[in-house]
């Protein structure tokens, strides 16, 4: 079994920093440098780098003593939430692909600055043996199972629907549907009452998205999915509930065989604020949804954080 670092500490790891003005956060803007990354996009590539460190959050120990499997932990969203988990006293596993080592590596340095222990546990969710595994082997190495967070994704821009092949529409559903329900599947067996799982949804699953044929429709079920999972789940003490952003600067977007560098410097310019979320900004939910000092009264709900976006 795991063992914890003796002195945990709850402040902020070392990594990024966020600029500020006259007081107040300034986050990146488009338009951002011309770029593009084949799959599956790295974080250490990106320019600028996405944002995780959250300076401005004060942790109180809300998760202390849990644990917590997180897919897509190497980057993005997924680190942002290792990042908090630990500063809020959790250890916490990620699954990443192999690919995504030395990102997957960063994720572990920062959680155990934290005090925390990060279990790396590479392989392809697409793959229903490696989601069990990984279910097994964080119960294995911490002796149980509080928080499940489905993070993982896959996405492709493709303009037309005669163009999405069989092969592409499969991975999609694959990796972000058929990956939750395999990891839910193997995961609550584990959970005891007061255990949460926490799926990241998206914009696209509530209103579409233009070219994102596939990618939203495995959003639209993950909402459906995760509605139906928290009324069968009840019962047992445990919540489920989904996060939906708006675009966020992460490797998933770089990473979009149909998004031209071109679109990418714009991204996230049609929201409210004029850019993307960094993944520090959409963290905290999962935070607030995994402890039931904040959210006990809470399941099956799909919560927004969108910056009021009409397009990705």
Not at 212 to 222: M, P, R
Request: a positive charge.
């Amino acid at each position: 079994m795991a063992t914890r670092q003796l002195t945990p500490r709850h402040g902020a790891a070392n990594g990024n920093g966020n600029g500020k003005r006259g007081g107040k956060t300034q986050e990146p803007k488009p338009p951002f440098p011309r770029q593009h990354q084949a799959k599956p996009g790295l974080e250490y590539k990106m320019n600028p780098r996405p944002r995780y460190t959250a300076a401005r959050y004060h942790a109180a120990g809300k998760l202390e003593g849990k644990v917590a499997l997180i897919t897509g932990g190497d980057s993005g969203i997924g680190r942002a939430v290792a990042n908090l988990y630990a500063r809020e006293g959790a250890d916490v596993a990620i699954v990443y692909l192999p690919a995504e080592e030395k990102d997957a590596k960063e994720t572990q340095r920062i959680v155990e600055a934290c005090g925390r222990v990060c279990l790396l546990l590479p392989g392809d969710l697409t793959d229903r043996a490696v989601c069990d595994r990984s279910v097994e082997r964080t119960v294995r190495e911490f002796g149980k199972l509080d928080i499940l967070v489905s993070n993982a994704a896959y996405q492709n821009r493709i303009p037309e629907i005669e163009n999405v092949t069989d092969q592409e529409f499969d991975k999609t559903f694959r990796t972000n549907m058929y990956a939750y329900f395999y990891l839910c599947r193997a995961a609550v067996k584990h959970m005891r009452p007061g255990s949460a799982i926490i799926v990241t949804s998206s914009e696209t699953g509530l209103q579409g998205a233009e070219k994102l044929l596939a990618y939203a429709a495995t959003k639209g079920a993950i909402n459906a999915f995760t509605k139906t999972l928290a009324m069968d789940l009840v019962e047992r003490g445990i919540r489920v509930n989904a996060v939906a952003p708006g675009p966020v600067w992460t490797p998933l977007n770089t990473a979009d065989e149909g998004k031209s560098a071109e679109r990418l410097s714009k991204f996230g310019q049609k929201t409210l604020f004029q850019r993307p979320a960094q993944p520090e900004e959409i963290a905290p939910a999962y935070v607030f949804l995994a402890s039931e000092a904040d959210s006990s009264f809470i399941t099956g709900i799909i919560l927004e954080e969108m910056g009021k976006t009409t397009a990705g």
